[in-house]
């Protein structure tokens, strides 16, 4: 029986060693282990070994059946490997028929402009937070005191989905909620303010022109404190927005209604051509419109776990919202807003990849 399988085992090897494909690899394999292969013969004459060695000899067979197994397998691998690696050569790598002289390709602008303010607010201590695109209805209106049937949704008109109140975020300001429940704890145990910005794209049924599309991207920001005031907001801004434009920039406040701040704002900046005498880019105004802000009303508070009924101003905090879309369209020029989605490389790829 012994040399029976030690003659198998060098059939086997010598059949291994010829083999370049895995059709072949299969078919070595069913020879030896399939219900009629060699490895069930061996089983089925271990039944007329004599009884004291039966023992020995089954051990025998299983060792033999693991070492095909094991270099079966290994085998296997190696022609998967080779398979891919001839696939790969073979394979053209990019389709070189796309209109853009770089072939290493470059960041969209809107990508371009979220980096560079996620630096500024990282340098600031701000946590930055990713969140979903598919929101509920309590998410994106109701955390943020925005309760059914109030006429601020008729701004806000978006796309619903067929399933569990679940609607495309409006606005950035959905993920309000979720950020005061994540950070909460940490400003209530550790005293550790709460400060995060949040990017992310927002939609809207929008009739669409040079100036409104239906997906457009917005940056979120808040922070919450004991003692937050509108002097802290007034500072902030002004100090992050003259980050932004890499130069001294004079901020006004303006009352503004947003149903999730009280008092809410609009703040505008002194237009950076003309220095507020005013040109064609401000309108002749010379301020430009740039960030909606305030502090955060109570019940957004109290909705996010911050405040109890007992002490509504324990905490208090500001918040804004950037339009990164109207951002990029200002930095870079950018006439009409649906370039930026339309999907036109010569157009897309013309900013500088850094
Ligand atoms: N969510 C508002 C919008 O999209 C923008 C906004 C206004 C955000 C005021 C804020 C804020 O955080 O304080 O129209």
């Not at 067979?61 to 085998?75: A, D, H, P, S, Y």
């Not at 695109?133 to 619903?160: G, S």
């Not at 990017?199 to 922070?223: I, K, Y």
């Not at 036109?344 to 013309?350: I, K, P, Y």
């Amino acid at each position: 029986m012994k040399e029976r399988i030690e003659k198998l085992g060098a059939q086997f090897n010598e059949a291994l060693s010829g083999i370049t494909d895995t059709e072949a690899l299969e078919n070595l394999r069913l020879q030896f282990m399939s219900k009629k292969g060699y490895i069930s013969e061996l089983m089925k004459e271990l039944g007329k070994v004599p009884n004291e060695q039966k023992k020995e000899v089954g051990q025998t067979i299983n060792t033999f059946k693991q070492e095909i197994t094991e270099l079966f397998e290994k085998k296997k691998d190696e022609l998967i490997r080779l398979q891919e690696e001839i696939l790969i050569q073979g394979a053209e790598s990019y389709d070189e028929s796309l209109p853009t002289e770089d072939p290493t390709g470059s960041y969209h602008p809107i990508t371009l402009v979220q980096r560079e303010l996620e630096d500024i607010f990282e340098s600031m201590g701000f946590d930055i937070e990713d969140y979903t695109e598919v929101v509920t209805d309590f998410e994106c209106f109701e955390a943020v005191n925005i309760p059914p049937f109030h006429p601020a949704r008729d701004m806000q008109d978006t796309y619903y989905l067929s399933t569990a109140n679940q609607l495309l975020k409006s606005h950035t300001s959905a993920a309000q909620n979720a950020i005061l429940r994540k950070y909460g704890d940490a400003l209530k145990k550790d005293g550790r303010p709460i400060r995060a910005v949040f990017p992310g794209r927002c939609f809207r049924n929008e009739a669409v022109d040079a100036s409104h599309d239906n997906t457009f991207f917005q940056m979120e920001g808040m922070m919450v404190d004991k003692d937050i005031s509108i002097s802290n907001l007034i500072y902030f801004m002004k100090t992050m927005l003259s980050e932004v434009f890499g130069r001294e920039v004079t901020v006004r406040l303006r009352p503004g209604f947003f149903p999730f701040v009280e008092p809410g704002f609009e703040l505008d900046i002194k237009c950076l051509n003309c220095g507020g005498t005013g040109c064609p880019s401000c309108g002749n105004s010379g301020w430009l419109e740039l960030c909606p802000c305030g502090m955060i009303h109570p019940n957004v508070l109290k909705l996010g776990g911050i405040n109890t009924d007992e002490d509504p101003f324990e905490y208090t905090g500001f918040a804004f919202g950037l339009g990164l879309t109207r951002l990029a369209m200002m930095k870079y020029g950018v006439k009409d807003i649906r370039t930026f989605n339309d999907g036109d490389l010569s157009a897309l790829s013309q900013f500088t990849s850094r």
